[in-house]
């Protein structure tokens, strides 16, 4: 069985950046997909980013709201994946997780992210 861990989110102005952390334990194969999901207050959880690892390649992929603002990467070794914002807006205010999109996990508490000034 595999736990995602999400960190790194919090009170950010228009404009300013975050890095949010997706860590993997348990029982862990190969994860070759990778999703980072928000989801906010009377909405559904949403895709926002993804990482597919198709051999040597990872291919990432953005919904076209974080397109150019976004980049999700990974870690490997460390079972660790990332999602850089940048210029964040108040309607990137969420909470943000990440799962395997393959063979999804039970959804972790995921890392609060506000945009405000």
């Known amino acids: 069985q595999v736990q995602f861990v999400e960190s790194g989110g919090g009170l950010v102005q228009p404009g300013g950046s975050l890095t949010l952390s997706c860590a993997a334990s348990?029982?862990?194969?190969?994860?070759?997909?990778l999703g980072w999901y928000r989801q906010s207050p009377g909405k559904e959880r949403a895709l926002v980013a993804s990482?597919?690892?198709?051999?040597?390649?990872?291919?990432?992929d953005y919904a076209d709201s974080v397109l150019g603002r976004f980049t999700i990467s990974k870690v490997r070794a460390k079972n660790t994946w990332y999602l850089q914002m940048n210029s964040l807006k108040p309607e990137d205010t969420a909470v943000y997780f990440c799962?395997?999109?393959?063979?999804?996990?039970?959804w972790g508490l995921g890392t609060q992210v506000t945009v405000s000034s």
């Open positions: 348990g029982t862990i194969f190969d994860i070759t997909d």
């Open positions: 799962n395997d999109r393959r063979s999804p996990a039970a």
């Open positions: 990482i597919r690892s198709n051999g040597r390649i990872d291919v990432p």
